[in-house]
């Protein structure tokens, strides 16, 4: 069992990306805009190889990378604030780091929905998961996770606008169940018919089956199973589970959505710790504290395997 850290380090201002908004950008000549934009870029190619070396220095064999690296890509680039022989060079500075022993992933935000029913919304998210597929090219993996969006009053029909304009990025893309709306029968199905592989969020789940209408077709065991053939298939010898318990407890599935500051033991099931000695299983510690509660949870897990 593989615990991986999450984008950023907890309170730590050693260890920040920086960024820029387009409303700062619009304020500056477009000579200092253009100068700003650099020096945030040239940091944040920096900062993530401080990142890989602080994972492999703690034990960290997972890392999901930010989706900030560049930040405002379509922007600034249609500006002309970064020239494509510049974008390059970012690039080939983003992909100079050693990465060897961490396996890494992306997780563009909520806003990218393949199935909307809005089709400037769909060509939003296809231009931030082209950016996205840029750095996981420049550093050397193929892994973002995504959700399957909103249902927008017709969910079979959203699916199949899923499953259309997600073929650009088939080999790169993974997808994860929901609180609210897409369960994992629901991610299941669509990896079906494209060959996606399903990251099983524990959380999400047990979020979905508070909802009274909601009926699983199996067991949680069942379900990671399941969702572990879809990793096998796409031909990758690792899978990756999302964890995190919620602030307070399980009540209703929309109440119990925020996430707790650390994963409480108890959240582990022990068929987890089991699957876990047969396959490699990378787990994003999805908590507020980030690399205090891989540490919690790493001492826990030795009680748990007594």
């Known amino acids: 069992m593989e ?12 260890y920040k990306f920086r960024t820029y908004t387009k409303a700062r950008m619009e304020s500056l000549s477009f000579q200092d805009a253009r100068a700003n934009v650099h020096e945030v870029i040239w ?19 997972s890392y999901r990378l930010s989706s900030d690296l560049i930040p405002h890509f379509k922007y600034i680039t249609e500006r002309g604030l970064v020239t494509e022989t510049e974008l390059q060079e970012f690039l080939s500075a983003f992909g100079s780091h050693d990465t060897s022993g961490i396996c890494l992933s992306q997780h563009p935000g909520q806003h990218v929905a393949l199935g909307s029913n809005r089709q400037e919304v769909i060509d939003n998210s296809i231009d931030d998961l082209r950016y996205h597929k840029l750095i996981q090219d420049a550093v050397g993996f193929k892994e973002m996770n995504i959700h399957l969006g909103g249902a927008y009053g017709d969910k079979p029909s959203a699916k199949d ?26 991610c299941l199905e669509v990896s079906e018919r494209t060959g996606i592989p399903v990251t099983f969020d524990l959380h999400h789940h047990r979020c979905h089956k508070l909802k009274p209408e909601y009926e699983p077709l199996g ?41 707790h500051d650390f994963i409480n033991p108890g959240d582990i099931p022990s068929w987890l710790l089991e699957a876990a000695c047969d396959f490699p299983v990378h ?8 690399e205090k509660a891989i540490q919690q949870l790493n001492e826990d897990l030795k009680t748990l395997a007594l």
């Open 43 to 61: 940091h944040n190619t920096k900062m993530l190889g401080r990142f890989f070396d602080y994972c492999r220095a703690e034990g960290i064999t």
């Open 283 to 290: 787990i994003d510690v999805e908590a507020k504290a980030k």
């Open 3 to 14: 615990l991986g850290l999450c984008c950023l380090l907890h309170n730590n201002k050693e």
């Open 161 to 186: 606008r899923f499953v259309e304009n997600a073929k650009e990025f088939k080999d790169y893309l993974t997808i994860e169940n929901d609180e609210l709306t897409y369960s994992i029968d629901d």
């Open 219 to 259: 067991s949680d065991l069942e379900y990671f199973q399941a969702a572990k053939e879809t990793w096998i298939a796409s031909g990758r010898d690792y899978m990756r589970i999302h964890i995190s318990s919620p602030r307070v407890e399980y009540t209703t599935a929309a109440k119990s959505r925020p996430h």
